[in-house]
């Protein structure tokens, strides 16, 4: 069988707890299949952008935040079902009856960043993606956290004493700074080799479309 060889990377910017972007990781996957079959090969690689970034560390009670958020918790409600029915027309069965925390997720991107150094960082994105929308846990609990890495294959003890840290503090604050003054206003946005390309949880068969005409034009203007 020919190889395909990796033609570059894609960079995407994300929060935990946005249901987009897990809806758009789903889309991307798509994507990427549709690429290999042109036969363009991309890594991939997430980045932080924290939608609350003044959230207290211990988080806040979920319905509370929801109704301050949205000006009542019936139309909280109402824009959990739509979320929830979107999600499932690509697969994912949300459970977000099942939440009752909105958490700081600055540990949980610090577990990301983590998970990328050890070559593990889709499936940990994966993982906290599915334990927040799909289980209800409270990703910004450390025991939570380590639990979701065990899952996406790092070791749960190495976790929880790098959590125990400032470990990743610093950089993941800076890329989500760094994410801002780039434009960046709502996530996930998605960016190849450095430029960013676009916002939110576009078709797959769109993204694929995108990243093509994007990596041709990188290419001609390099040649």
């Not at 190889?3 to 897990?22: E, F, L, M, N, Q």
């Not at 560390?57 to 019936?74: H, N, P």
């Not at 946005?189 to 430029?195: E, N, P």
């Not at 068969?205 to 001609?220: H, N, P, Q, T, V």
Request: net charge negative; aromatic share 8%; proline share 3%.
């Amino acid at each position: 069988m020919e190889t395909v060889a990796t033609a570059g990377r894609i960079d995407v910017i994300s929060d935990v707890i946005c249901p987009w972007c897990y809806i758009g990781k789903r889309q991307l996957e798509r994507a990427l299949d549709i690429l290999e079959k042109h036969r363009l090969r991309f890594t991939v690689a997430w980045h932080p952008f924290q939608l609350n970034p003044d959230m207290p560390a211990e988080g806040v009670d979920r319905q509370q935040y929801r109704i301050a958020k949205f000006g009542s918790l019936e139309r909280s409600k109402q824009m959990d079902q739509r979320i929830t029915e979107t999600a499932a027309t690509v697969g994912i069965e949300f459970h977000l009856e099942k939440l009752t925390r909105t958490p700081n997720t600055l540990d949980a991107h610090r577990l990301i960043r983590f998970a990328g150094q050890k070559g593990a960082q889709d499936e940990v994105v994966e993982a906290l993606f599915y334990d927040y929308f799909c289980s209800g846990g409270d990703v910004g609990d450390t025991k939570t956290l380590a639990a979701v890495g065990h899952k996406g294959g790092l070791d749960y003890d190495e976790v929880l004493a790098m959590l125990g840290t400032d470990e990743g503090k610093r950089e993941v604050l800076a890329g989500d700074q760094m994410a801002r003054r780039c434009g960046i206003q709502g996530v996930p946005s998605f960016a190849l080799q450095g430029h960013v390309l676009f916002s939110g949880a576009v078709p797959g068969e769109e993204m694929a479309d995108a990243f093509r005409r994007a990596w041709e034009l990188l290419k001609s203007k390099a040649a």
